[in-house]
């Protein structure tokens, strides 16, 4: 039996390998495909190559990164690794938790390390030879070891109360597992901007003038309160501009990147923020959170059912059952579910952003939106043509030829009636 489980475990991987490269094949045959009237005005000729430049050199890398963890991981599975450094944790003790932190602890650690050639090729290479990179190499270093740390405190404090929950509850464990990550994603969505974004950038209250006076007289219009509106030093890292709504109830805040604020106008900006407004008035955000934690309880309880079945740990070379052997070998077997159901969400996020885009639409934003969607498009040296089936499966957003066509027919149906 655990040899069945083995090999479905290969193929798995071998197939997702397969199916995300065939995919990026399909995506980059449409790059040069010949650009909508609705897209003709974004690039010019020289940056419209220097976009699909960007794009295949991407792709390329993609490629690598991704067939190096696949040799990587199936080294692990033919040659034993998993229960090789599970065999090494056990060493040092004899608690079941202690020896899980110590096993996904080494895995973490080796993982990043081997990760980050590909890290500073990406940032210091690829992006640096576009124009994107404004990261030093003394603010990678501090993002590394702040990044390193967070997931050893939290990362750390949370796996060690799941695994004491499941040696000291067995059964019910998928329960109080379930509760915990609930109530960590709460708590996290309400008080990451307070709490972990500032380990990482600063952040400032956008100052009184036109913006603001203009944000503020939209918020009004569409009654949304707005009280905390900040400037996040983004341009630190990277030229790219973005904005999002953070935290719930009295804690949500606007956050708009130095880089947005410097790249469109004041009216783009607002239709940005209405588009935001939009998203939060529909209530996506909460409905996105009640998913998300209703997914989470589906998958412990699924866990729970085969977490203790010895052909788990035994498919990864092992002759006892563990918990972390059961939770890598479950984590594999359970991702073809979980990319049926990451194409589901992406369905349900794609239809939000319409909402969210017809939204500012009625309020007669929607031209600011489109020239902002397009400067940023522009910015980003984004892909026009992705292919209808990379969007199906990796786009959380729809095309932005998708969108602007969306937007224009909103707007319409808002002047007539």
């Given at each position: 039996m655990y040899e069945t489980i083995f090999y479905i475990i290969i193929a798995i991987i071998i197939f997702e390998f397969i199916f995300s490269r065939t995919l990026d094949k399909l995506n980059s045959s449409w790059r040069n495909k010949k650009l909508p009237l609705e897209l003709?005005?974004?690039?010019?000729?020289?940056?419209?190559?220097?976009?699909?430049?960007?794009?295949?050199?991407?792709?390329?890398?993609?490629?690598?990164?991704?067939?190096f963890q696949l040799i990587l991981i199936l080294i692990m599975l033919f040659l034993g690794g998993f229960a090789y450094f599970d065999n090494i944790a056990a060493q040092y003790s004899e608690n079941p938790v202690i020896i899980s932190l110590l096993f996904f602890g080494i895995l973490f650690l080796l993982s990043d390390i081997l990760n980050i050639p590909f890290d500073i090729y990406s940032t210091f290479v690829i992006e640096e030879k576009f124009g994107f990179n404004?990261?030093?190499?003394?603010?990678?270093?501090?993002?590394?070891?702040?990044?390193?740390?967070l997931t050893i405190l939290i990362g750390g404090l949370i796996l060690a109360i799941i695994v004491w929950f499941y040696y000291e509850t067995t059964d019910m464990f998928w329960i109080y597992a379930w509760i915990l990550i609930s109530v960590f994603s709460i708590f996290i969505a309400m008080f990451y901007s307070n709490l972990i974004v500032p380990l990482f950038n600063k952040q400032t209250p956008l100052e009184e003038g036109e913006l603001k006076d203009a944000i503020n007289k939209f918020s009004q219009k569409a009654g949304f309160k707005v009280e905390n509106i900040?400037?996040?030093?983004?341009?630190?890292?990277?030229?790219?501009?973005?904005?999002?709504?953070?935290?719930?109830?009295?804690?949500?805040?606007?956050?708009?990147?130095?880089?947005?604020?410097?790249?469109?106008?004041?009216?783009?900006?607002?239709?940005?923020l209405a588009h935001e407004i939009g998203h939060y008035k529909l209530k996506h955000t909460l409905y996105s959170m009640i998913f998300s934690i209703l997914q989470t309880g589906i998958i412990f309880f699924i866990l729970s059912l085969f977490i203790d079945n010895i052909n788990l740990s035994k498919a990864l070379g092992s002759d006892k059952v563990t918990f972390e052997l059961g939770i890598i070998a479950f984590g594999i077997l359970f991702s073809p579910i979980s990319t049926i159901i990451g194409f589901a969400m992406n369905i349900f996020s794609r239809k939000n952003e319409y909402q969210a885009d017809k939204f500012a639409a009625d309020y007669e934003m929607g031209n600011n939106l489109i020239s902002a969607l397009k400067k940023l498009s522009a910015n980003s040296l984004s892909n026009l043509t992705p292919h209808p089936a990379y969007i199906f499966v990796y786009y959380s957003h729809p095309s932005l030829y998708q969108r602007i066509l969306s937007i224009k027919s909103n707007s319409l149906n808002s002047t007539i009636n």
């Open positions: 003709e005005d974004i690039y010019d000729a020289e940056k419209y190559l220097k976009s699909q430049e960007y794009g295949s050199v991407n792709s390329k890398f993609a490629l690598f990164s991704s067939s404004k990261t030093t190499v003394k603010t990678f270093i501090l993002d590394k070891i702040k990044s390193l740390l900040f400037v996040i030093d983004g341009s630190k890292r990277s030229s790219k501009a973005n904005a999002y709504f953070t935290g719930l109830g009295k804690k949500k805040r606007i956050v708009l990147y130095d880089t947005l604020i410097n790249d469109l106008k004041t009216n783009e900006i607002v239709a940005v």
